[in-house]
């Protein structure tokens, strides 16, 4: 049987991506190959990237009294065009792990912050609509900048590691997991206009990414969505957030207008119903259609935060919901 290189886990916030991943890496061997799933345990994920501009700015308001990314009023981004530079850490994350090799280069090791910094800028100017703002606010800032970068070096050092540390010494057997949430307002018109939902987000991916990739939609409402994100922000308040690390994200809450400004919809639907191929969204790159195979784990009743607790305590009646649910998912994205 053949293994599905990328598995791109794709849904509004909360919806239970993280407590599907939990549920895939407990399979056995056997019950993975049902899936045409490999080993799951190299990732992509944006979130970190997304939480350390929330950081950076921070800093960058600090040491700087300004921001490079969100509004620090709405606390929304400066532009939508920053879902397009997360695309573009996706695409270079993933040539990284391709390579195989995980020794960080010299020049990054030097300097984790000029490393992270001149990432974002590559690229906003890849976008087409955005300015390097880093390379701005040093000319700008002079002497102040490097109290800035000083700042953010323990922030910059762990992502790089972490990066790194991700990257398997071979891709014999695996799956690649991909995870990323893109959407709209409330209230959009579709087709959602760029840089807005996974349209525009699917269409700056890789041709290699498109070609063999996969997506598991979880799918809730955003009303749902909207409502575990509360729950979920709560807990970690709380101190029941169950990480630390960046790269496992139970327990991230995202700002309420956020919410309704970035994920009060998404397209996943629409770009269903106006597809070209069944069970297929149809993404067009550089002006090629690529049809990418996507299967929806209905979560609308919720199956996924049962596995939020320990293995041990998921019941058999839970496991039973969730393995009906993501056979369903996958024979959809696999009948292609």
């Known amino acids: 049987e053949k293994t599905l290189p990328i598995l791109m886990f794709c849904a ?9 991943r939990r549920y895939l890496k407990s399979l056995t061997k056997e019950q993975n190959n049902a899936f045409h799933l490999g080993d799951t ?32 009023v709405s606390t929304m981004f400066y532009s939508g065009y920053y879902w397009g530079v997360l695309m ?43 300015e390097a703002k880093f390379a701005q606010m040093q000319k700008k800032h002079g002497e102040k900048f490097e109290l800035f970068k000083k700042a953010i070096l323990p922030l910059c050092t762990t992502l790089l590691t972490e990066k790194y540390e991700n990257i398997p010494k071979s891709l014999d057997g695996k799956t690649v997991v991909f995870e990323f949430a893109r959407g709209g307002a409330q209230g959009s018109k579709f087709p959602l206009a760029a840089p ?40 970690g308040q709380e101190g029941k957030s169950q990480t630390t690390s960046t790269l496992l994200s139970l327990n991230h809450g995202v ?21 070209k191929r069944k069970n297929c969204l149809t993404i067009n790159h550089n002006g090629v259609d690529y049809f990418v195979p ?37 024979d959809a994205l696999l009948g292609q």
């Open 12 to 20: 509004l916030p909360a919806s239970g991506k993280s407590e599907s």
């Open 41 to 72: 345990s190299t990732q992509v994920d944006d979130y970190p990237y997304v939480d350390a501009m929330r950081k950076i700015d921070a800093a960058a308001q600090e040491n700087l009294g300004e921001t490079a990314f969100f509004d620090p």
């Open 88 to 130: 573009c850490f996706i695409n270079d994350d993933y040539a990284d792990i391709k390579k195989c090799n995980s020794e960080i280069p010299a020049e990054y090791k030097a300097d984790p912050v000029k490393w992270l910094l001149d990432r974002y800028d590559a690229a906003a100017l890849k976008t087409g609509k955005l």
């Open 196 to 235: 807005y939902g996974y349209e525009y987000s699917l269409s700056l991916l890789d041709e290699d990414i498109l070609k063999n990739a996969v997506i598991l939609y979880i799918w809730v409402t955003p009303e749902q969505s909207y409502q575990k994100n509360q729950q979920r922000a709560r807990e």
């Open 255 to 275: 700002p309420h207008n956020v919410m309704i400004q970035e994920y009060g919809t998404d397209d996943i639907d629409y770009l269903l119903s106006v597809t």
């Open 294 to 330: 996507i299967g929806r784990f209905d979560n609308r009743e919720d199956k996924t935060t049962p596995f939020r607790k320990p293995q041990n305590d998921w019941t058999e009646e839970e496991v039973t919901a969730m393995r009906t649910g993501m056979q369903a998912a996958f």
